[in-house]
């Protein structure tokens, strides 16, 4: 049962580097969300995918550009990295009705310098 | 989405009962409550979620007073591994085909022996 599935687990990039973070979901779920998490603090909504062919904006999504490829995978694109958005970054999917739980990858570690 | 207001911190020890408490003043007609667990280096897992009353499952159980500004995660005879960082957040329970979540900085439980 892998669930959702983060790649790649740990990265290291440079200022000004690009990089696509990869999710894939096997439970069927029509919805599809990335987060952020800094240090001590909660997860915040980057991008949201409520259904395969539509994606939105969610609470901080500049820098970063998403594509929902098909219904199991949804990747988030830094087209150029910046300090400021080192943090470790999780996917998530959920049926997409309004009270189904969410399923969590864990996480990508990004750590830019 | 309502914010919710929770304790920072709270310490207890194995065997005993731990009652989290979650304030959601602004909670409305159609929104619901939903605990997340999380542990270190680990993406976020569902405990149990509720509309009223109360709800029980194998891993805790949620009470919701009848004006449901607040509710109270109960965890029995905790062990060190529910040692984790617990969030309590609400949801629309008619989302349109996705559900947005706003994570706070939850409550930090430390279990010592």
């Keep these: ?113 | 989405l309502a914010k919710t207001t929770q304790p920072i911190s709270m310490d207890s020890y194995e065997g005993q009962e731990v009652n989290i408490t979650c304030s959601h003043n602004n909670i409305a007609t159609n929104d619901y409550i939903t605990w997340y667990q999380q542990f270190p280096s680990q993406g976020p897992r569902f405990i149990i979620q509720g509309y009223k009353t109360k709800v029980t499952n194998e891993v805790a159980s949620l009470f919701i007073p009848a004006d449901r500004k607040s509710s109270t995660l109960s965890l029995p005879r905790v062990s060190l591994s529910d040692t984790a960082v617990y969030y309590c957040l609400v949801g629309d329970m008619w989302g349109r085909g996705f559900q947005k979540l706003v994570f706070g900085t939850g409550t930090r439980l430390l279990v010592s022996p």
């Design chain 1, 1 to 113: 049962n892998a669930g959702v599935t983060q790649t790649p687990k740990f990265q290291v990039l440079k200022t000004g580097q690009s990089m696509t973070l990869q999710c894939a979901q096997d439970m069927n779920h029509n919805s599809m969300y990335w987060y952020r998490q800094d240090p001590g603090m909660g997860l915040r909504l980057i991008y949201y995918s409520a259904s395969e062919g539509t994606t939105d904006k969610g609470e901080v999504p500049n820098g970063y550009n998403v594509s929902r490829l098909n219904k199991r995978e949804f990747s988030l694109r830094l087209e150029s990295a910046a300090p400021s958005q080192t943090s470790v970054y999780f996917c998530a999917s959920n049926i997409g009705t309004g009270d189904q739980p969410q399923h969590f990858g864990d996480g990508t570690r990004l750590s830019i310098l």
